[in-house]
C-alpha cells in the first residue's frame, strides 16, 4: 500500500530529465484510495522533468488507475 509508493517516490526521486518505466507486472489489484498517494508521486517525478510510464497492468489495475 503507501509503503510501497513511498518506496517509489524515494527510487524515483534520483531521477531528473528520464524516461522511466515502471514495471507494474507484480501489481494484481490496486486499492482505489492509494490512486491519489500515486498521482503525488508522479506529479513529483514529472516536475523533475521524468516521464514515467507504467508497464504490464493487470486488467483490473489498469481501470483503477484510469477511474481515478
Known amino acids: 500500500g503507501f509503503a510501497q509508493i513511498a518506496r517509489l517516490h524515494q527510487d524515483l526521486s534520483a531521477f531528473r ?3 522511466i518505466t515502471v514495471d507494474m507486472s507484480r501489481v ?5 484510495h492509494l490512486s491519489v498517494a500515486l498521482a503525488v508521486v ?3 517525478s514529472v516536475n523533475n522533468g521524468n516521464r514515467v510510464v ?3 497492468c493487470a486488467d483490473p489495475v489498469r481501470v483503477i488507475l484510469r477511474k481515478n
Request: negative net charge.
Open 17 to 19: 530529465c528520464d524516461d
Open 42 to 44: 508522479l506529479r513529483h
Open 28 to 32: 494484481q489489484w490496486f486499492d482505489a
Open 54 to 56: 507504467f508497464a504490464n
